[in-house]
């Protein structure tokens, strides 16, 4: 029975690195959707988001389940509590990549991005799908020193978020209001996507020493 319940607590891991990379892709499909004025996709991410609530909620359930029937202890509970929290942390993620094909779709016919501003929102997209796969090969081989380095990635993502403003203050900006917080917001979406990818390698730090790290 205990080798059966280690079994199942494998197995939540096993599909929170799942979701991870369902994320991931739709990070991908949502800024490719953006950047080219592809309705289509847009509104595939749009409509894929809420499988990936249902897988959520299925991972909850085990989790309940596990802490219901077997009362965990020590390290087990910390892996049942992380894994609620990056349950969390990944439809959240899912949402804000919904909320990326969303201003997609507002926008069509017309891409959503000036030409000249393509490639830092292209940036910010591939910095954050990098991000949350690494926050997936962190759940899976619970490296403490890879936890580490994707807080450290974080801060390419500041810096474009910095480049993003200072292009969006200069006295030349010729494109509106309207594109200016189309811009905006999906700095913000990129920047909390990867907030949710660092948060959610820190959980793994926690279940691995029982020590959450503190915020840089």
Same mark, same amino acid.
């Not at 801060?155 to 200069?170: A, G, I, P, V």
């Not at 917080?181 to 949710?196: N, S």
């Given at each position: 029975?205990?080798?059966?319940?280690?079994?199942?607590?494998?197995? =939540?891991? %096993?599909?929170?690195?799942?979701?991870?990379?369902?994320?991931?892709?739709?990070?991908?499909? /949502?800024? /490719? !959707?953006?950047?080219? !004025?592809?309705? +289509?996709?847009?509104?595939? @991410?749009?409509?894929?988001?809420?499988?990936l609530d249902v897988s959520g909620e299925a991972v909850e359930?085990?989790?309940?389940?596990?802490?219901?029937?077997?009362?965990?202890?020590?390290?087990?509970?910390?892996?049942?509590?992380? $894994?609620?929290?990056?349950? $969390?942390?990944?439809?959240?993620? #899912?949402?804000?990549?919904?909320?990326?094909?969303?201003?997609?779709?507002?926008?069509?016919?017309?891409?959503?991005?000036?030409?000249?501003?393509?490639?830092?929102?292209?940036?910010? +997209?591939? %910095?954050?799908?990098?991000?949350?796969?690494?926050? #997936?090969? @962190?759940?899976?081989?619970?490296?403490?020193?890879?936890?580490?380095?994707?807080?450290?990635?974080?801060?390419?993502?500041?810096?474009?978020?910095?480049?993003?403003?200072?292009?969006?203050?200069?006295?030349?900006?010729?494109? #509106? @209001?309207?594109?200016? %917080?189309? =811009? $905006?917001?999906? #700095?913000?979406?990129?920047?909390?996507? $990867?907030?949710?990818?660092?948060?959610?390698?820190?959980? %793994?730090?926690?279940? @691995?020493?029982?020590?959450?790290?503190? /915020?840089?």
């Open positions: 029975m205990r080798e059966t319940y280690h079994e199942q607590l494998d197995q =939540i891991l %096993v599909e929170l690195e799942r979701m991870t990379r369902t994320v991931s892709t739709a990070v991908r499909r /949502s800024t /490719s !959707a953006l950047l080219t !004025a592809d309705l +289509g996709t847009a509104e595939e @991410v749009i409509a894929a988001d809420s499988q359930e085990k989790v309940f389940d596990l802490m219901a029937r077997q009362a965990p202890v020590a390290n087990e509970l910390r892996m049942l509590v992380a $894994a609620l929290r990056m349950v $969390a942390d990944l439809e959240r993620m #899912g949402d804000l990549a919904a909320h990326v094909s969303k201003i997609a779709r507002l926008r069509y016919p017309a891409p959503a991005i000036p030409a000249e501003l393509q490639g830092v929102i292209a940036d910010m +997209g591939r %910095v954050a799908e990098r991000m949350v796969n690494q926050a #997936g090969d @962190v759940i899976q081989t619970r490296d403490v020193e890879a936890a580490y380095r994707l807080e450290s990635t974080d801060d390419e993502m500041d810096k474009l978020r910095s480049n993003q403003f200072r292009l969006m203050m200069d006295d030349t900006w010729p494109h #509106g @209001v309207e594109v200016a %917080v189309d =811009i $905006a917001l999906l #700095g913000r979406y990129y920047e909390r996507i $990867a907030d949710h990818a660092v948060s959610m390698a820190r959980r %793994v730090i926690f279940l @691995v020493t029982g020590e959450l790290p503190a /915020s840089q």
